[in-house]
């Protein structure tokens, strides 16, 4: 039962340009979403999240945006920059409806910036 | 505050043996979670702590894991008598009331 999905596993574009990484969720319940960052090794970092009661949140580079209606989250990288490859995770949570707000994440995807 | 802290960083452990990671939050948070992740998933939620109380575990977490909270600070996580599918990294997280998830860098364990 995979409530969160992201379908490319993989993603390269060129130094400068936008990247576009995309999320599908099933469950109707999630409430917040978030993106974050991980490098081998490490554990992942937190970019940028969003609330259900928005569509639309940006910070810097990094823009998120929320289709409830079809149950979809894109994040936006502009200018993608080589430090920017790595694996991209997509999360949700119901936050607001449940005790625990656990994360649900997606099985990643992995961005590379060509130079 | 230097963020959320697992040790060791890694683990290699023969078959059968038994493990213990250990997890120091952010003093501040008061919501713990420990999640898994295996090569080529995302992070699998393993059990939630809110303060020193076990609130939910997750059905992958069997009777060979026993996780830890004592007075509400650092966690432990435990798995005895390790299989070869245990192998995986196990991360650490903690957030105040669902604000701010914070991870640790995790432990990579691996069973020969």
């Known amino acids: 039962d995979q409530q969160v999905k992201q379908n490319s596993p993989s993603l390269s574009v060129q130094e400068g340009r936008i990247s576009i990484l995309n999320c599908d969720y099933t469950?109707?319940?999630?409430?917040?979403f978030l993106w974050y960052k991980k490098y081998p090794a490490e554990g992942p970092t937190f970019l940028i999240s969003?609330?259900?009661?928005?569509d639309k949140n940006e910070d810097g580079r990094f823009t998120v945006f929320l289709n409830k209606s079809a149950k979809h989250l894109s994040l936006h990288i502009v200018p993608s920059q080589p430090g920017d490859s790595a694996v991209y995770f997509c999360a949700a949570a119901k936050l607001y409806s449940s005790n625990t707000g656990k994360l649900i994440f997606g099985q990643g995807t992995t961005l590379q910036v060509k130079p | 505050d230097t963020g959320v802290s697992q040790n060791p960083r890694h683990k290699i452990t023969k078959r059968g043996q038994n493990v213990t990671f250990r997890c120091d939050p952010i003093?501040?948070?008061?919501?713990l979670y420990w999640y898994r992740q295996t090569l080529g998933q995302g992070p699998e939620f393993l059990t939630y702590?809110?303060?020193?109380?076990?609130?939910?575990k997750s059905r992958l977490l069997s009777d060979r894991f026993s996780a830890e909270r004592p007075k509400g600070s650092f966690s432990t996580l435990e798995i005895q008598r390790t299989e070869q599918g245990d192998s995986a990294m196990y991360l650490c997280?903690?957030?105040?009331?669902?604000?701010?998830?914070?991870f640790g860098s995790g432990t990579r364990l691996t069973v020969v």
């Open positions: 003093s501040e948070h008061n919501r």
């Open positions: 969003i609330s259900s009661i928005k």
């Open positions: 997280a903690s957030s105040l009331a669902g604000n701010g998830y914070t």
């Open positions: 469950n109707s319940m999630f409430d917040y």
């Open positions: 702590f809110q303060n020193e109380a076990q609130l939910e």
